[in-house]
């Protein structure tokens, strides 16, 4: 196999010719050569007369200097994880570790065709093997496939193979996937998509599963069951106490058990999707195991499956493959199998009890920081003993009414402060949800909870009436260096209240490059939609 790409020149393809022809015997002749390096073998029509990349930004960074100061630039612009912790929750945004990331740039790795014959890899096959193992071990199933590209994508792939099982039972009837309101928007898409009906059910008042609710709608559809679908810890970031009594519920109406694995950060080392009772989940490798994520991409959404499930993994044309396999669901039988490498030595450094004490060590984290905020701000859900799992909501509904304050108001500050804001609106509009995971230390918890509460010092002044309704710091966050250096400075807060409200803050200051641009345009002029959970009810 010869794979070719953008880096391959005329004089690669000559000495490729070259070989052949001498193992033939043969001579190259000089049109032959020179058909395939000028591409005059694509049909005129094909061929591109008009000019392309003409924005000056194709043709302005002409040398290695220039290009490094232009990538500077563009990295100034961006609120990252080498200034301050990202505390999305659901995203697990930990440290990518230098060593873990490092293989990825090696040769004997990236430079090889993903349908290479199997015996020019047998590196690759066995990290590949490995990981398949621990990935098995660590969730508590028997077999693991590592083709799926994101989490949405092994969504789907894992429920086909829930669908194939139910075909070969001769139960190809049962299309029901049963979804808790709470879910995220991924998991009803996915089930459409593998050809399944949705049918949504409710959550109770602390966020948990409506236990009473589901059991009705298993009962009532127990004919056509197919599954459920359910993420632990919650996307409310609770331990779901009654997860045990769900999955037995569902099978004994008829269905398997598909557990979103987004939140793997809380379980690794500590629990297992297996020892849960569930059939299949995915894992975020780009979440929980280390491979940076952020701007797109690429991610990796591995399935694992109880013995039930194995025998339909996703099959390949380049794979052996069992009888039942479902077909591929990537181009790529590994998916990207580069940054496999990441979540390898991810896992291989840490051992298992490295990864126990991460999974400890995230939880504790997400717990400190809300005993921290919990007198300030209202925390929407929490266990019965009053704790979270490895993360959590921070309810800002409120001071919509006291303030006029809504949720992106105090995302937007948080930039003034140095910090990218939390998720903003997920599970629970009007609210910010904070995983602090186990990279961040005690100090940089300590700014971040200072933030806030400082924040929450200049939500009390417009309570207070002592700033002003529209014209205050958390109305016109983020604050430009441009804004602030103007002659003309006409809020009544001090350009200092603006730019540097903590200490902290002047020690090494963040500069957002722009205000607000028109925050709703993008609402407003749709592209795509991406519905929400509700909608799918009584579809
Ligand atoms: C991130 C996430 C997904 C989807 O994963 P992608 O890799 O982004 O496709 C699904 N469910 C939950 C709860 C998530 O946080």
């Known amino acids: 196999m010869i794979s070719l790409d953008e880096t391959t020149t005329q004089q690669n393809i000559q000495d490729i010719l070259k070989v052949f022809a001498s193992v033939n015997k043969a001579e190259i002749k000089a049109s032959s050569a020179l058909s395939v390096t000028m591409l005059d073998n694509i049909p005129s029509a094909l061929t591109r007369t008009s000019s392309y990349l003409t924005h000056p930004v194709f043709n302005s960074h002409r040398s290695e200097t220039q290009m490094m100061r232009y990538l500077k630039y563009l990295e100034n612009k961006d609120l990252s994880l080498n200034t301050s912790m990202i505390s999305l929750g659901s995203c697990t945004m930990k440290l990518n570790a230098a060593t873990q990331l490092i293989p990825v740039s090696w040769p004997a790795f990236n430079s090889i065709h993903p349908l290479a014959p199997a015996d020019q890899w047998k590196g690759y096959q066995q990290i590949i093997r490995e990981l398949e193992q621990w990935l098995s071990n660590i969730t508590g199933f028997a077999a693991t496939s590592l083709q799926p590209n994101s989490g949405a994508q092994g969504e789907y792939a894992g429920l086909l193979t829930i669908r194939a099982y139910h075909a070969d039972r001769n139960e190809a009837h049962r299309n029901i996937i049963l979804i808790p309101i709470s879910a995220h928007g991924t998991n009803p898409a996915s089930a459409v998509m593998a050809g399944f009906k949705v049918v949504v059910t409710k959550c109770d008042e602390a966020g948990n599963i409506d236990v009473e609710d589901l059991k009705a709608h298993a009962e009532k559809h127990k004919d056509q069951l197919a599954g459920l679908m359910v993420t632990y810890p919650s996307t409310h970031g609770v331990f779901e106490e009654s997860i045990k009594e769900i999955c037995d519920l569902i099978h004994a109406n008829g269905g398997l058990v598909y557990m979103d694995g987004a939140n793997m950060n809380a379980q690794v080392g500590l629990t297992s999707p297996g020892n849960i009772g569930a059939d299949v989940c995915h894992l975020n490798l780009h979440k929980t195991f280390a491979i940076p994520h952020g701007g797109g991409g690429p991610g990796m959404g591995p399935i694992c499956v109880n013995d039930k499930l194995a025998p339909y993994l996703p099959g390949h044309v380049a794979l052996k493959n069992s009888t039942k396999a479902i077909h591929a669901v990537s181009a790529a039988p590994y998916g990207s199998a580069s940054i496999l490498l990441i979540s390898y030595a991810y896992i291989k450094m840490l051992g298992a009890q490295g990864m126990k004490r991460s999974t400890e060590i995230a939880i504790l984290n997400a717990n400190y920081m809300k005993a921290r905020l919990h007198k300030d701000f ?162």
């Open 378 to 539: 209202k925390i929407l859900y929490a266990g019965k003993n009053g704790t979270c799992a490895h993360e959590f909501i921070v309810d800002l509904r409120p001071f919509k009414q006291t303030a006029g304050i809504e949720a992106e108001d105090v995302a937007k500050r948080l930039m003034d402060y140095n910090f990218h804001a939390p998720t903003l609106s997920f599970p629970v509009a009007g609210t910010i949800m904070i995983e602090p995971t186990e990279s961040e230390d005690k100090a940089e918890l300590d700014r971040f909870c200072d933030a806030l509460l400082q924040i929450r010092k200049e939500i009390a002044q417009i309570e207070a009436g002592q700033s002003d309704k529209s014209d205050n710091p958390l109305k016109n966050a983020p604050h430009t260096q441009q804004e602030i250096a103007a002659s003309d400075w006409s809020h009544p807060y001090s350009r200092q209240e603006a730019v540097f409200p903590l200490d902290y803050v002047a020690h090494q200051k963040f500069w957002p490059s722009v205000n607000r641009v028109n925050n709703t345009y993008g609402d407003r002029n749709l592209v795509c939609t991406c519905e929400p959970v509700s909608s799918y009810a009584d579809a």
